[in-house]
């Protein structure tokens, strides 16, 4: 049974950082591929960032590039997301999903199987 358990989400003012963090059982993350996404209120859930097999072929929307950064711990079997720069429009309820074997990721929600419950990210002063 595969399961996603995301953390770190918390109330930021604009500027600061957060990392957030996804903890998965029941695959081995370096070999899938793992996203990240957001859904902000009254918002379509968006597409953040993806780290596939190859984690050199990580993907970011433009919204983020620059300010975010995936990157996988084999060993903890877990992948963050460091937040850096974040604005209040970054104010989302971050996910993260998993699914496939693949070298390379896209940000299309219609992509991935299994899904984490989220964890709440405000950035506000």
């Known amino acids: 049974q595969v399961q996603l358990v995301e953390s770190g989400g918390d109330l930021v003012p604009p500027g600061g950082s957060l990392r957030l963090s996804c903890t998965v059982s029941?695959?081995?993350?370096?070999?899938?591929?793992i996203a990240w996404f957001r859904q902000a209120p009254g918002n379509e859930r968006e597409g953040v960032s993806c780290?596939?097999?190859?984690?050199?072929?990580?993907n970011y929307s433009d919204s983020v590039k620059a300010r975010f950064t995936i990157s996988r711990d084999n060993d903890e079997n877990t992948v963050y997301l460091q937040m850096n720069n974040l604005r209040p429009e970054d104010t989302a309820v971050y996910s993260c999903?998993?699914?496939?074997?693949?070298?390379?990721?896209?940000?299309?929600?219609?992509?991935?199987?299994?899904w984490g419950q989220g964890t709440q990210v405000t950035v506000s002063s």
């Open positions: 999903a998993t699914g496939w074997r693949r070298h390379r990721c896209g940000l299309g929600q219609n992509e991935y199987l299994y």
């Open positions: 029941g695959l081995t993350v370096a070999n899938y591929v």
């Open positions: 780290i596939p097999i190859e984690a050199s072929n990580t």
